[in-house]
T-cell receptor, first 117, second 114 residues
């Protein structure tokens, strides 16, 4: 069965520090998709990135970067030079390509990130 | 802004009552998925509708039901409310029903059952 583990429940860092959020996943499929979402206090999940299992290139988008390593089944997310506006809950999620009818997308429990001014 | 809206924003009900939550998907998105997010947890998949047909269901009892309409709107109905149904309910729309399709979420409806 598929599973997503975000071992860090809560992280606090001082503004401008770099921070990495960990995500480890389990899946039986060779084709799958990984996602990161941000959930600010307003509640809406904001899509950040989608990565398919065949693309292991790291990705950078501004202050955000993602490190995908199939060998360790990890898809970690780093925020460089953090800002107070980055404070939110971040979710990692996994979707299998074969789309089992009962298992669409699995979310981790989230990491609550506090950026202190 | 994802273009996905939900109503109402907040709702308070008592145990045993029935509730209907509404979602308006992005235009052109054929798929809507509903999730329950308990406090401090990640969203849990309830069910998905693709072109007005149920296309998958998570581990939720039959008192959770849904409808999808041709105008990109959808409903989540919950009968015989229980205290544990208190949660944030999120809908998400996507172009298709494949694992590769990115889901775009609405702001959620916070349901409190007393």
């Amino acid at each position: 069965a598929q599973k997503v583990t975000q071992a860090q429940t809560e992280i606090s860092v001082v503004e401008k520090e770099d921070v990495t959020l960990d995500c480890v996943y389990e899946t039986r499929d060779t084709t799958y998709y990984l996602f990161w979402y941000k959930q600010p206090p307003s509640g809406e999940l904001v899509f950040l990135i989608r990565r398919n299992s065949f693309d292991e290139q790291n990705e950078i988008s501004g202050r955000y970067s993602w490190n995908f390593q199939k060998s360790t089944s990890s898809f970690n997310f780093t925020i460089t030079a953090s800002q107070v506006v980055d404070s939110a809950v971040y979710f990692c999620a996994l979707s299998e390509a074969r789309m089992n009818r009962d298992d669409k997308i699995i979310f981790g429990k989230g990491t609550r990130l506090h950026i202190l001014p | 802004e994802t273009g996905v809206t939900q109503s109402p924003t907040h709702l308070i009900k008592t145990r045993g009552q029935q509730v209907t939550l509404r979602c308006s998907s992005q235009s052109g998105h054929n798929t809507v998925s509903w999730y329950q997010q308990a406090l401090g947890q990640g969203p849990q998949f309830i069910f998905q509708y693709y072109r007005e047909e149920e296309n998958g269901r998570g581990n939720f009892p039959p008192r959770f039901s849904g409808l999808q309409f041709p105008n990109y709107s959808s409903e989540l109905n919950v009968n015989a409310l229980e205290l544990d149904d208190s949660a944030l309910y999120l809908c998400a729309s996507s172009l298709g029903a494949w694992g590769s399709d990115t889901q775009y979420f609405g702001p959620g409806t916070r349901l409190t059952v007393l």
